[in-house]
């Protein structure tokens, strides 16, 4: 089967660290994916993860552990601009498309 | 700017009439595809095409019509829509063919706001 979990919302302050959960179930697993997507744009890009361990990109670090199924974004130094939501999706070499979570939506505050 | 533009950005339409959607991509992609995006739930992939064939119909009915007359255009005719058919449409595209659909990043266009009366 392919489900992808992740909160709904979160809520950070401007300058604090935050960890966004992904939680997936799919088969033929081959690789997770982050996007960003700001309020009435386009998702964009931020990473992907095919081998367990950390991806570091500037404050974004995204981090993946196949035996468990479970990903994270870890956003640093909190901006104001990093209030979006941000969508999880998996790979399957199953079905040769991606499965994106509904995606959380995160309100970083003053 | 990501390369992947989409008219109309905002569409109202009643339920009988004729509209389509256009996307064009400017990066040299080969695959194209159309999702729908509704508040509070997962982006649901609707079609897809890989060098200008579809490749992908993820059980969408028969009102939504894709068209794929090139590798950079794609096109999503729509005719007798209901109201739950309101979302956000988001078109895509990315690099690779059938084969690497599931790990190529995909770049999305700005979605155009569609709203059915």
């Known amino acids: 089967g392919q489900n992808i979990d992740q909160p709904t919302e979160m809520t950070a302050t401007e300058g604090a660290i935050v960890q966004i959960n992904c939680t997936y179930q799919t088969s033929g697993f081959n ?25 570091e990109k500037g404050r974004f670090s995204s981090f993946l552990s196949r035996s468990k199924g479970y990903s994270y974004l870890l956003l640093k130094e909190l901006q104001m601009k990093d209030s979006a939501s941000y969508l999880c999706a998996s790979g399957s070499s199953n079905t040769g ?12 505050k003053p | 700017e990501t390369g992947v533009t989409q008219t109309p ?24 595809y159309w999702y ?58 990315s690099r690779g063919t059938s084969g690497t659909l599931s790990t190529d990043t995909q770049y999305f266009g700005p979605g155009t706001r569609l709203t059915v009366l």
């Open chain 2, 9 to 32: 950005r905002h569409l109202v339409m009643g339920m009988t009439n004729k509209k389509s959607l256009k996307c064009e991509q400017h990066l040299g992609h080969n695959a194209m």
């Open chain 1, 31 to 55: 690789g997770l994916f982050w996007y960003q997507q700001h309020a009435g744009e386009a998702p964009t890009f931020l990473s992907y993860n095919v081998l367990d361990g950390l991806e």
């Open chain 2, 36 to 93: 729908k995006q509704s508040a509070k739930k997962p982006l649901e992939l609707m079609f897809v095409y890989s060098l200008e064939e579809r490749v992908e119909n993820n059980s969408v009915p028969s009102r939504f019509s894709p068209e794929c007359p090139n590798s950079s255009h794609l096109f999503l005719h729509l005719h007798t829509l209901q109201p739950e058919d309101s979302a956000l449409y988001l078109c895509a595209s």
């Open chain 1, 97 to 108: 498309k991606l499965i994106f979570g509904q995606g959380t939506t995160l309100q970083v």
